[in-house]
């Protein structure tokens, strides 16, 4: 269908009148053949690829504006498209990993358009132990419309290192993901959003071929999680929390079946309710400050990879040797974790790790930062107030910072990471605990 549009044409239909129109300058697509690759090694990339300029098709159903590269012809994408002059945009790893590029090309009817692309990585936080997943994410289940088989490129193309779907009190595409994601040699995160009207959950990993079993309209949290941890989940996430129908607002509203019930894991960074970052943040800061382990998960909340972008926030967590949804989900428990919207992280003290000081005696925290668009800022917050704030002179790409802190008390210390698109980075604690001096 992706045929061109006819010149317009003015129409004026008299009352009682049939009235026929022909069009006859409509011309047949031509298709247009992209290859994406690595512009250091040439090892093909998974992308995502827009039309920047050019003709864009008004009813999506009749053609899209946004394509992905195959799953089994990595950084190749095929697709017919109706003939004129195009500008690209063809981005691998979501701007987390390397730039995008602006690509031209010229479409005629009946002919196929070859275009290379080669995109410049500049970071590869696997290298150093860091994997990144979208922790919220649905396929076509409820009102979300995106096949199995396009989450998976969808979060391919983001430079995403594990597939993650929690499709609203469902697990049916579960072993279709597993299937993709064992031909693509990558982990599978299985997960579920059990969404009752007062508080959704993500909970995970599950079992493969888990069923939820409960009624999500009449259970209690108790319920939930009871029902979370049967299907095999070590992460019971509080999604979106304070949206009308998030956990903590039905909490304050006194709607929350059951109540309070501490038995959950994670609260979450929601990209799509991104206007609520700071009341997460501050949760979570009071938490820390009593002493709670909870700590943070990020997702995109993406119903739609066409109009939504799959990783756009998502979460880093440490893990010594090869990534596995297990290992994984210890990692988000142990609070070896960061969410970013654009910064990369690297810190010497790993997050949700306790250190143990002398009191009053000068310790180091040292962080290496990377952007794509340039480092501003990072903070250094103690206990929920912000300690130091250094900026980056010149918005480099790399940065290495220390803070000296000294402390005679029990104290956590997390940092902000800001880049020049003001895109953030929000850490776990580092527990810094006190010892007496022999
Ligand atoms: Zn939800």
Redesign the pocket.
């Known amino acids: 269908m992706n045929t061109s549009e006819s010149a317009a044409v003015a129409v004026t239909l008299p009352a009682g009148v049939d009235l026929r129109q022909n069009f006859h300058d409509l011309r047949t697509a031509g298709r247009i053949l992209f290859s994406v690759a690595d512009s250091a090694t040439g090892a093909p990339l998974d992308a995502r690829i827009v039309i920047d300029t050019g003709y864009k098709p008004l009813v999506q159903f009749l053609g899209r504006r946004t394509f992905f590269t195959d799953l089994d012809r990595p950084g190749r994408a095929a697709f017919a498209i109706a003939p004129g002059h195009y500008q690209f945009r063809v981005e691998s790893g979501g701007g987390f990993l390397g730039p995008a590029e602006l690509v031209q090309a010229d479409v005629a009817p009946g002919r196929t358009t070859n275009v290379a692309v080669r995109l410049l990585r500049l970071f590869a936080p696997p290298h150093h132990g860091w994997f990144a997943a979208d922790l ?1 994410h649905h396929a076509d289940q409820a009102e979300a419309v995106t096949p199995p088989a396009f989450l998976a490129r969808s979060e391919l193309a983001a430079g995403l290192d594990l597939l993650f779907v929690s499709d ?1 009190d469902s697990t049916v595409n579960h072993l279709a993901l597993e299937r993709i994601a064992l031909r693509r040699g990558i982990p599978f995160i299985p997960s579920v ?1 059990f ?1 009752p009207s007062w508080g ?1 959950f ?1 909970a995970y990993p599950l079992r493969l071929g888990a069923r939820p079993r409960i009624d999500t309209s009449t259970a209690t949290v108790q319920q939930v999680f009871a029902e979370a941890r049967r299907l095999g989940a070590t992460i019971v996430e509080v ?2 929390p304070f ?1 009308p ?2 956990y903590f607002k039905s909490l304050a509203d006194g709607v929350a079946p059951g109540g309070f019930d501490p038995a959950f894991d994670l609260v979450e960074i ?1 990209a799509a309710n991104s206007s609520d970052d700071d009341k997460v943040l501050h949760r979570l800061w009071e938490y820390w400050n009593a002493g709670d382990r909870y700590y943070l998960g990020a997702g995109t ?1 993406t119903h739609d990879v066409w109009n939504e972008v799959s990783g756009r926030v998502r979460t880093f967590v440490h893990i010594d040797g090869k990534p596995s949804a297990a290992l994984f989900a210890d990692a988000l428990r142990d609070g070896h974790a960061y969410v970013s919207y654009g910064p990369l992280i690297y810190p010497r003290v790993m997050f949700g790790s306790d250190l143990k000081v002398l009191p009053g005696v000068p310790f180091t925290l040292h962080f290496r930062l990377a952007s794509v668009a340039g480092l501003e800022s990072l903070s250094l917050i103690e206990n929920g107030t912000v300690r130091t704030t250094k900026t980056f002179a010149g918005t480099p790409r790399r940065a290495e910072t220390d803070f000296q802190v000294s402390v005679r008390r029990a104290r956590w210390f997390s940092v902000t990471a800001v880049d020049r698109n003001g895109h953030k980075a929000y850490s776990d604690p580092i527990w810094v605990d006190v010892v007496s001096p022999r």
Do not use: K, P, Q, T
Request: glycine share 8%; proline share 0%; hydrophobic share 10%.
């Open positions: 919220h609203h959003e969404s959704h993500n999604n979106h949206i129908y998030g929601n909340d």
